[in-house]
T-cell receptor, first 117, second 108 residues
Framework: EAGVTQFPSHSVIEKGQTVTLRCDPI?????LYWYRRVMGKEIKFLLH????????ESGMPNNRFLAERTGGTYSTLKVQPAELEDSGVYFC???????????????FGPGTRLTVT | GIQVEQSPPDLILQEGANSTLRCNFS?????LQWFHQNPWGQLINLFY???GTKQNGRLSATTVATERYSLLYISSSQTTDSGVYFC??????????FGAGTTVTVRA
């Protein structure tokens, strides 16, 4: 079974440009999450999808970040326009749903390292 | 949100030694996971352990939910055990809060 995959693995862009990160969850996982780790800080939650619906986007830093999950399959995270403080590693994770609510353990992708210069 | 504290922040071991990593959390949780971040940056699942004790080879973990802590044991450490170990918890099954990690260095 394939794990969570993310593309690209690295991205270097200039301040003001746009970048789109992609995540493909484990097949059959309804729950998809985005997290990020910026320099020197802890890994922080960004948002959570259940299928195509955003359940919790409390961690999104500002309106320069837009996440989508079309058809409840893969997800994209767009940063527009990128700022220097957006540099860091962006992780995607997925988990299956429990039959009667809740979710099981999360499995993480390898991350996308974003550098904004 | 839930506060997660991991100790020690850094740990240097001689190959073959045993060690214990600790994770304290500030509120009741229904999800607790331990991860190992390998040299390539990938987070590898070690344990899903909101309560109780589990073992996997040389690694084992115990979570005492009522006292809000979890312990990760590494026995007979090997150089491949080097890396950062993260504890992450959630009170709603979804949003994980991570600790700062324990950096483990195992010397041959």
């Amino acid at each position: 079974e394939a794990g969570v995959t993310q593309f690209p693995s690295h991205s270097v862009i200039e301040k003001g440009q746009t970048v789109t990160l992609r995540c493909d969850p484990i097949s059959g996982h309804d729950n998809l999450y985005w997290y990020r780790r910026v320099m020197g800080k802890e890994i922080k939650f960004l948002l959570h999808f259940v299928k195509e619906s955003k359940q919790d986007e409390s961690g999104m830093p500002n309106n320069r970040f837009l996440a989508e999950r079309t058809g409840g399959t893969y997800s994209t995270l767009k940063v527009q326009p990128a700022e220097l403080e957006d540099s860091g590693v962006y992780f995607c994770a997925s988990s299956p749903s429990r039959r009667h609510g809740g979710a099981y353990e999360q499995y993480f992708g390898p991350g996308t390292r974003l550098t904004v210069t | 949100g839930i506060q997660v504290e991991q100790s020690p922040p850094d740990l240097i071991l001689q190959e073959g030694a045993n060690s214990t990593l600790r994770c304290n959390f500030s509120d009741s949780v229904n999800n607790l996971q331990w991860f190992h971040q390998n040299p390539w940056g990938q987070l590898i699942n070690l344990f899903y352990i909101p309560s109780g004790t589990k073992q996997n080879g040389r690694l084992s973990a115990t979570t005492v939910a009522t006292e809000r802590y979890s312990l990760l044991y590494i026995s007979s450490s090997q150089t491949t055990d080097s890396g950062v170990y993260f504890c992450a918890v959630s009170s709603n099954d979804y949003k994980l809060s991570f600790g700062a990690g324990t950096t483990v260095t195992v010397r041959a």
